[in-house]
């Protein structure tokens, strides 16, 4: 099965500094997606884009964010000014199409630390 | 609760057994699906069930989805050691141009030898 490829497995950073978590979505899809995980807690839904424009954030994709996708097959996510909160694991997934009705494919993730 | 609230939090079963888990969500959905996470891993899908079906099977895995009552479980038969894992449900609405799913808390099942 094709998959979703996330570099790096593991991250970490100074507080204050920025990151980039980089993923490879599946190549023929066209929704990529952004989803974190705070040790112990719910997977949050972060962002999704489509189109080269985001299509849904939520309230904690603050201006600290930021998505890019900036060649036909890297999907990234920046993070400007990281924060000791912002420590997590960040899932990146795709799909197909947008319409509600399929799986999405997520990748392994991208275990942050802030120190 | 909140959206996607999975019951119980915490399952521990001996291998052969069967382990239920059931979530409850408050909004209207298109579908819902389940994923199981290794501990430390990725998401890996394990089913979907769409908001006009009610039951749904996949090798050992059966869900039902009650949108009445705004439940769906998840079962899962003779359970294996390597079916230990925490598993979630996840809401699907389509919101805007792309779909966003809302997990819930999820539950740990231990399967013991």
């Known amino acids: 099965e094709p998959e979703v490829t996330q570099t790096p497995s593991h991250q970490v950073t100074q507080m204050g500094q920025e990151v980039i978590l980089r993923c490879v979505p599946i190549?023929?899809?066209?929704?990529f997606y952004w989803y974190r995980q705070i040790l112990g807690q719910k997977v949050e839904f972060l962002v999704s884009?489509?189109?080269?424009?985001?299509?849904?954030k939520s309230e904690i994709f603050d201006d600290q964010f930021s998505v890019e996708r900036p060649d036909g097959s890297n999907f990234t996510l920046k993070i400007r000014s990281t924060k000791l909160e912002d420590s997590a694991m960040y899932f990146c997934?795709?799909?197909?199409?947008?319409?509600?009705?399929?799986?999405?494919?997520f990748g392994s993730g991208t275990q942050l630390s802030v120190l | 609760s909140q959206q996607g609230e999975e019951d119980p939090q915490a399952l521990s079963i001996q291998e052969g057994e069967n382990a239920t888990m059931n979530c409850s969500y408050k909004?209207?959905?298109?579908?819902l699906q389940w994923y199981r996470q290794n501990s430390g891993r990725g998401l890996v899908h394990l089913i979907l069930?769409?908001?006009?079906?009610r039951e749904k099977h996949s090798g050992r895995l059966r869900v039902t989805l009650d949108t009445s009552k705004k439940s769906s479980s998840l079962l899962i038969t003779a359970s294996r050691a390597a079916d230990t894992a925490s598993y979630f449900c996840a809401t699907a609405t389509h919101t805007g141009t792309a779909s966003k799913l809302t997990f819930g808390t999820g539950t740990r099942l231990q399967v013991t030898l």
């Open positions: 069930i769409r908001s006009n079906e």
């Open positions: 909004t209207s959905i298109n579908n």
């Open positions: 190549s023929n899809h066209l929704y």
């Open positions: 997934a795709s799909t197909l199409s947008g319409t509600g009705g399929e799986k999405l494919f």
């Open positions: 884009f489509y189109n080269n424009e985001i299509s849904e």
